[in-house]
């Protein structure tokens, strides 16, 4: 039985509860790290990607070959002496036959050899000429060339649409000229 003149024990109310800080406090903590790590992958990217620009390219030496047996559109390396000297190109002669090195535009800045300087070039050989890519001297020293530059402008790899939709249009007709051909 019960005494309803007993006094009821009263349960002690329940304590408040704290505040939602600290989700807040851990979402703030977990965007700042998931920013902090994409913008930590970008800035490593870049730094690549300038170290790549700026660094030498690592280049596989060829045993030098005769210029006359060159077969064309190859790698090919040539040691010979220096016969002509043009601004950024020269008349590599090794006796078996002679041919101009082409070392592109990081050539124009300063002579790369001397007239009748011993020099081992090595570069892609097409339509006669060496596009040098390494040039050794007789002392050692060595000089690396870089492919062109890409093409920029409007026929460049990120110009408008409109300049890579095939061929010109045909000139206009004079008054000789033949009928145009009717579509099909």
Do not use: C, W
């Amino acid at each position: 039985m019960t005494d309803s003149n007993a006094p009821l024990e009263q349960t002690p109310a329940p304590a408040p509860r704290e505040p939602a800080r600290p989700r807040r406090r851990n979402a703030l903590i977990g965007v700042s790290l998931v920013a902090a790590i994409a913008l930590g992958a970008l800035g490593g990217a870049g730094a690549s990607r300038l170290a790549h620009r700026y660094m030498p390219q690592q280049v596989m030496l060829l045993q030098p070959a005769a210029i006359g047996q060159m077969k064309p559109d190859t790698m090919v390396a040539a040691k010979g002496k220096v016969a002509e000297l043009f601004g950024n190109k020269f008349i590599l002669d090794d006796g078996s036959g002679r041919v101009l090195v082409d070392t592109g535009p990081q050539g124009d800045n300063a002579p790369v050899a001397d007239k009748d300087e011993t020099v081992t070039v090595q570069g892609h050989f097409d339509r006669g000429q060496i596009h040098a890519q390494l040039l050794v001297r007789a002392n050692g020293d060595t000089l690396a060339f870089g492919p062109p530059p890409p093409p920029h402008g409007p026929k460049g790899p990120k110009g408008p649409k409109e300049a890579r939709r095939g061929p010109p249009p045909p000139p206009d007709a004079g008054p000789d000229a033949p009928p145009p051909v009717p579509p099909r």
